[in-house]
Nanobody
Framework: QVQLVESGGGLVQPGGSLRLSCSASGSIFRANAMGWYRQAPGKDRELVALITGGGNTNYADSVKGRFAISRDNAKNTLFLQMNSLKPEDTAVYYC?????????WGQGTQVTVSS
């Protein structure tokens, strides 16, 4: 069973940066497109960034130009570099296959953007 473990969240001021990491056990990581999702209080979970096995990327309009997704297939690790953070980026961030999130969800990592 594949386990997803997200890390790297925290409290940051508006305009700041964070780098999230997601480690995945199992070979499924390398064979699949992977995505970062987020869920803010009272809102549905949304896909914010996607990367294919070949490295092609796609972003939600709300984060385009500020976030960058990358992956290290050798280490089964997914990253999300978040720059120019805004209060509306506050959410719990999750990784999963993308789009759709076919694996069991991990605990996520909380990102709070506040002054």
């Amino acid at each position: 069973q594949v386990q997803l473990v997200e890390s790297g969240g925290g409290l940051v001021q508006p305009g700041g940066s964070l780098r999230l990491s997601c480690s995945a056990s199992g070979s499924i990581f390398r064979a699949n497109a992977m995505g970062w999702y987020r869920q803010a209080p009272g809102k549905d979970r949304e896909l914010v960034a996607l990367i294919t096995g070949g490295g092609n990327t796609n972003y939600a309009d709300s984060v385009k130009g500020r976030f960058a997704i990358s992956r290290d297939n050798a280490k089964n690790t997914l990253f999300l570099q978040m720059n120019s953070l805004k209060p509306e980026d506050t959410a719990v961030y999750y990784c999963n296959t993308g789009p759709g999130g076919l694996l069991s969800w991990g605990q996520g990592t909380q990102v709070t953007v506040s002054s």
